[in-house]
């Protein structure tokens, strides 16, 4: 079978697209390598998705896939391995067959970026995690820390601090990059120390992570920090190298596509996080799906 619009990634922006596609009466298949809802797993309270007060990663990202299937989309977990994005029709290629479809819409999202520092590669899943929401209850009555400062630490470090004795806040410079009210929260929270201006120059631990080398950019004092755990929270980075060639992609390796989410190649859109964008949330990923879906499906502008 040829479908219509085969999705790849079963983020907010690939089930979004998968519900509009649907509901445009085209045929679509999703194909997601590990689990449904993207990043917003990672997440353990949304509270500004338009509509919803709160609500709590897994909770979406359930519901957006009970969404999909309930109106009959298929989604299938399986992890694409080639692509013949240029090809018509267009093929992927998973280890259990290969798919071809008229247009692809590349809804891949991205991936957590690493501190880079020695001891983090070595001690991972040993202490060193990067999901407070999947591995914090394992840290519950222990001191643990985490690292950045934008909104991702913000909302683990509250999150952290509901199960761990206390939670070290750890950013490079004097000022958070997330939004403030997540900010003055964590301000507020007793059991959680900020370190400012402070970087993780090692994870120390033989089997498991016991400290954290650290230090002052502004003053050069070096100290070492007692911890079970640390929570790596250093923002996003594309995942396109596989696309590389057959789509344009940015100085950042990001998907160059604008708001009607067209890529360079005819008949492939990019959506979400994967694209070139300003701003990277659920509510934006949500509608770069429908526009996405519409846009392929020939009929963009025609709500149904
Ligand atoms: P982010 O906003 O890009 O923040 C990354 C943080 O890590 C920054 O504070 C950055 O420092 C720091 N950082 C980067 N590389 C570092 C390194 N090598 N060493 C130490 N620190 C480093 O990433 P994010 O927090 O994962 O959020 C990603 C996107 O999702 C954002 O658009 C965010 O708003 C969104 N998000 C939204 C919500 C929400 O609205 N509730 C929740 C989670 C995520 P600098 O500040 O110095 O650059």
């Known amino acids: 079978m040829v479908y219509d619009i085969l999705i790849l990634g079963g983020g907010p922006a690939g089930l979004a697209a998968a519900l509009y596609a649907k509901r445009a009466g085209v045929s679509v298949l999703v194909l997601e390598k590990t689990i449904y809802g993207g990043q917003v797993v990672n997440t353990p309270t949304v509270e500004n998705y338009p509509g919803i007060q709160t609500i709590t990663g897994v909770d979406l990202a359930m519901a957006l896939h009970d969404q999909v ?104 410079r004097d000022a958070f990059r997330g939004s403030d009210i997540l900010a003055r929260a964590v301000e507020k929270r007793e059991n959680i120390t900020i370190h400012y201006d402070t970087v993780v120059e090692e994870i120390r631990g033989e089997d498991r992570v016991t400290s954290l080398g650290l230090k002052n950019v ?42 009607d989410c067209r890529t360079s190649l005819p008949g492939v859109y990019a959506a979400g996080d994967t ?30």
């Not at 001191?143 to 999150?159: C, K, P, S, Y």
């Open 69 to 172: 299937t309930g109106l009959g989309v298929e989604v299938r977990m399986e992890e694409p391995l080639s692509y013949r994005l240029d090809a018509d029709p267009k093929v992927v290629t998973t280890a259990k067959g290969s798919y071809e479809a008229r247009t692809v819409i590349l809804a891949n999202g991205v991936k957590r970026r690493q501190l880079g520092c020695p001891g983090e590669e070595r001690l991972a899943g040993r202490g060193v995690s990067y999901c407070a929401t999947c591995d914090g209850a394992f840290f519950a009555g222990k001191e643990t820390a985490i690292v950045g400062g934008g909104n991702t630490a913000l909302e683990d470090a509250l999150f952290l601090s509901n199960h761990c004795t206390r939670v070290h806040l750890i950013h490079r």
């Open 218 to 259: 502004k003053t050069g004092e070096e100290t070492d920090l007692p911890v079970a755990g640390v929570f790596v929270a250093v923002g996003l980075a594309p995942d396109n190298g596989a696309f590389a060639g057959q789509v344009e992609l940015d100085q950042a390796g990001y998907i160059k596509a604008g708001e």
């Open 275 to 304: 694209r070139t964008k300003a701003v990277r949330q659920i509510v934006t990923a949500a509608a770069d799906g429908a526009v996405a879906a519409l846009g392929a499906a020939g009929v963009a502008g025609t709500v149904k």
